[in-house]
């Protein structure tokens, strides 16, 4: 069983581009979720999706934004990138039914320069 | 608001040295207590799920136990293979998971 997948893994960009990082998430799981992933602050909720939904947010500028697909996969875009942005995108898949355990994917490290 | 806290920040153990990591935890209406193990630039992996207090789980040198307040993850005669940040996480029904900052374990050979 193919397990999470996010692309790119790594990527260079510089301050005031975007960015969209993607997720294909495990077969027959319909939530996908987002967390960036830094060393001062841990895993921080960016938002989850079902069934092409946005079911929660968390507490992240307009600059970032989600939407998903009717396969389940999802897209995560980030404006005007900041150099606070630089962190490990982490995606994660699970069936949605808001006790199960979350599958994560091996993350889109992006630096900002 | 609901709160996650881990100690130790981190840890250092001797091979064989057995230990525990905390997890305390502040959630209004808790769905679900996890542990997971994260290796150095890859994502989270999944080890034990808890939902009611008292639960206990097992998988190889590791268990977890629940209480109304706490979780612990306790390592038993660990191996240097063990040494990883470990994470803890709970939600309470809103589609969001709060993560600790995590214990990075370090077992020395």
């Known amino acids: 069983k193919a397990g999470v997948t996010q692309t790119p893994r790594y990527l260079i960009k510089t301050r005031g581009q975007q960015v969209t990082l993607s997720c294909s998430p495990i077969?027959?799981?319909?939530?996908v979720s987002w967390y960036q992933q830094t060393p001062g602050q841990g895993l921080q909720f960016l938002f989850e999706?079902?069934?092409?939904?946005?079911?929660n947010k968390g507490n992240f500028p307009g600059r970032f934004s989600g939407r998903q697909f009717s396969n389940s996969r999802s897209e995560m875009n980030v404006s005007t990138l900041e150099l606070g942005d630089s962190a490990l995108y982490l995606c994660?898949?699970?069936?949605?039914?808001?006790?199960?355990?979350?599958?994560f994917g091996e993350g889109s490290r992006l630096t900002v320069l | 608001e609901d709160q996650v806290t881990q100690s130790p920040e981190a840890l250092r153990l001797q091979e064989g040295e057995s230990s525990s990591l905390n997890c305390s935890y502040t959630?209004?209406?808790?769905?679900?207590l996890f542990w997971y193990r994260q290796d150095p630039g890859k994502g989270p992996e999944f080890l034990f799920t808890?939902?009611?207090a008292g639960e206990e789980k097992e998988k190889e040198r590791l268990k977890a136990t629940l209480t109304k307040k706490e979780s612990f993850l306790h390592i038993t005669a660990p191996k240097p293979e063990d040494s990883a940040t470990y994470l803890c996480?709970?939600?309470?029904?809103?589609?969001?998971?709060?993560f600790g900052t995590g214990t990075r374990l370090k077992v020395l050979a």
């Open positions: 994660a898949s699970s069936l949605g039914d808001n006790t199960g355990e979350l599958f």
């Open positions: 077969s027959g799981h319909r939530s």
């Open positions: 999706y079902f069934s092409e939904t946005q079911r």
């Open positions: 959630v209004s209406g808790l769905r679900g």
């Open positions: 808890l939902y009611s």
């Open positions: 996480a709970t939600t309470s029904g809103t589609y969001k998971y709060i």
